[in-house]
């Protein structure tokens, strides 16, 4: 059985490392003549500067003029970035945004609870920045939280349903049209009802134009509304 078969919608999903954009936009504009419905771009930061994004700025700009050389639907791709935006301008992100219309996928993890609080990841920074972000540029983007229900960075030690859940109730509180678990081989079994149950929003709104955030520590990640 197909993955369309099954219900699914077929999204295709790249470490954008922006050393040949060319290249890098034909490997987008097959996939969707292969069928894939949405393309992901995962742009980070890496050790070895070979799988690093950091400072391509330019190489990011000419991978969206190449993708629109060749058609391709920038509604239809997404940047899956970092929850803390602000604290990464090393990376194109600005750049990113501006060809990535279909909207961002934060790396909202469990892996950062290691340092920092649920409060911090969800809601600092995966919708706290993300706002913030949109306003500096005057663009807003539609936010698709990517969660992961584990840990460790080898995603081998797993959240349990009671641990999760909190994370799905803040979650609740956005209303969110869309949301992924990173990765389905790392999650227990057992929260899937609560994922399957959760209700989501109907429509991706704007936030009003009279509420301002502005990050006030891009290091603490405190946040102010106004």
Sequence with gaps: MGI??????PFAWMWLQLTDPQTEAQVVARAFSEGYQGFIFDVESHQNPNLSCS??????????????QLGVDTQRLYLCSFPNIDWHQDLPYDQMAGFCRGGTMPMAYGTFLASYTLEQVLEEWTYGHHQAWCQRRDDWLPVYPALAPFYDDAGQQWMGPEAFAPWLEKLAGHDPTFFSIYAARSMDPMIAPSVKAFKLGEKELEPEKEIQVVVESPIAGFLRLR
């Design 4 to 9: 369309e078969a099954a219900g699914m919608v």
């Design 55 to 68: 400072g391509r700025y330019e190489q990011a700009t000419q991978l969206g003029q190449a993708l629109q």
